[in-house]
């Protein structure tokens, strides 16, 4: 029972603060937060994400990408590019090390106006943390699993940023419908995403990027936005005015 608490927990509390942080916050800038919170959701996202962590500054470069070029051979991570989810997951592992890395400068338009902590960055990225977590990962199951199987589960925590990443932009760019034409293939794969906190309404996200909500219709159901909302509330962030944008529904043919 308690390997699949500490599973569950990890999945839901790293998938929160790269939908809340790393996505709707660095990425787009949907709310604003003081110095304060900042470095708190900056500092919770190095734990949550523990051996996985990514940084702040190369996700919201790539997403940024993602966005214009979506689904196109200049997207970062389109399904429809690569042969499977892992060799997605590859290629999207080089552009982001070489963004991390300073290797290649990004345009303009991506780079900027994103959170950046110098020493989480260097820490958060090095071999010694990295591994750090992942021993202490594997002490865990060696003192709390019952039943071989648990073991199976591992990998998913070395690799808990990367893995709901690739959930998203797998599924979420080849399975599901439409209610919007955005000249991509985005999709929306489920109409109630717990399982990516409303990561997988994403032909919502392609045509309405400043969006708070990700889900558009009444039975849309986005689990973060409520979080948000009551942060919000809280005054522990400052949601946006949002700008008014054009719907254009796509019609069944």
Do not use: C
């Not at 003081?34 to 990514?54: M, R, V």
Request: charged share 20%; glycine share 4%; hydrophobic share 45%.
């Amino acid at each position: 029972m308690a390997i699949l608490i500490f599973f569950v927990v990890h999945w839901y509390l790293s998938l929160f603060v790269q939908t809340f942080f790393l996505h709707r916050y660095a990425a787009h800038k949907m709310f604003t937060m003081n110095p304060f919170w900042e470095k708190t959701f900056y500092l919770l996202t190095y734990i949550a994400q523990g051996s996985s962590f990514l940084s702040p500054r190369a996700y919201a470069v790539l997403h940024r990408m993602h966005h214009a070029f979506s689904d196109t051979e200049r997207d970062p991570h389109s399904p429809h590019f690569s042969n499977n989810a892992f060799t997605m997951m590859w290629k999207t592992k080089e552009i982001y090390n070489n963004v991390l890395k300073h290797r290649v400068e990004p345009e303009r338009r991506f780079d900027g106006d994103y959170p950046v902590w110098p020493v989480i960055e260097k820490v958060g990225d090095s071999y010694y943390s990295r591994i750090g977590w992942g021993v202490a990962y594997v002490l865990f199951y060696i003192a709390f699993a019952t039943q071989w199987w648990m073991f199976l589960l591992l990998p998913i925590h070395f690799l808990m940023g990367p893995v709901h990443g690739a959930i998203v932009n797998w599924s979420g760019h080849k399975y599901g419908y439409q209610n919007f034409d955005n000249n991509d293939k985005s999709r929306n794969s489920l109409f109630f995403d717990f399982l990516t906190g409303g990561e997988l309404f994403q032909n919502n996200h392609h045509k309405l990027p400043n969006r708070v909500n990700f889900g558009v219709k009444w039975w849309e159901f986005d689990p973060t936005w409520p979080a948000i909302w009551t942060l919000d509330k809280l005054r522990v962030i400052k949601l946006k005015e949002p700008k008014p944008a054009k719907q254009k529904v796509r019609v069944a043919a």
